[in-house]
């Protein structure tokens, strides 16, 4: 802009001049925007609330992946099972011995008990089975591995089964020795009694790994990449 217009009289001053030569007005350059006098149409203004930004990293859920004291906690005990599992498999075979087997399971025997057999075998097949799936997900555990969630869901629910058939075959074994009034079956009962509350014990404990781990975000984020 070479030259600016007096606003008092009108004359054209040079844009460096400081006042009018014709009537000495003071001239100041007043700022003005670029759209008004060439008919051009003022910019719209911008939209802030629109303005797109990348969210921050969610570290306090994130974290650096390490392992929390549930997870610590459940590969404890996953590992108990591993460690119980033989030895409860053990004493199953050696305590039932083939006498024992007979007067139990013979439909002829006084002492006959027609729950025993399938007791048996859920208690033989389930620690059996047991003892190999909680290895591996115990491994899955340590390595942080994205199908550990998958397979810890079926794990549960499926102990969770197992546990509550194992309790309703030790309620009928232990109605059945009742049943037999004979002091040596009395007993029996009482310890199978024992062992239904150990079965309820169990079924909690299964539902309270099961909510965690499909409820805590925190628990779950440790496995996801």
């Not at 004291?69 to 498999?89: E, H, R």
């Not at 037999?180 to 014990?201: E, N």
């Not at 965690?212 to 996801?224: D, G, L, N, P, Q």
Request: charged share 10%; proline share 5%.
């Amino acid at each position: 802009m070479s030259s600016i217009k007096c606003p008092n009289c009108g004359l054209v001053n040079f844009a460096s001049a400081e006042e009018c030569k014709r009537c000495k007005q003071t001239i100041e350059a007043s700022a003005y925007p670029y759209w008004q006098g060439n008919n051009a149409v003022a910019p719209p203004q911008p939209d802030w609330s629109k303005l797109q930004t990348v969210p921050a990293a969610d570290l306090a859920d994130h974290g650096d992946r390490s392992h929390t004291v549930g997870n610590i906690l459940f590969a404890i005990y996953l590992g108990l099972n591993v460690l119980g599992s033989p030895f409860a498999l053990l004493a199953l075979t050696w305590m039932i011995s083939p006498e024992t087997w007979e007067l139990f399971t013979t439909s002829y025997s006084r002492l006959y008990l027609p729950t025993f057999a399938p007791l048996y075998y859920v208690m033989f097949w389930g620690i059996a089975i047991y003892l190999p799936a909680s290895v591996i997900l115990f491994v899955r555990l340590l390595q942080k591995s994205q199908t550990f969630l998958t397979w810890v869901v079926i794990y549960l629910l499926g102990q969770f089964v197992y546990s509550l058939i194992q309790g309703v075959l030790l309620w009928g074994v232990a109605g059945e020795m009742s049943g037999k009034h004979i002091p040596q079956m009395d007993a029996g009962a009482t310890h199978m009694q024992g062992a239904i509350v150990s079965c309820v014990f169990c079924i909690l404990i299964t539902l309270i790994w099961f909510r965690y781990f499909t409820a805590s975000k925190r628990a779950r984020t440790v496995f996801a990449w």
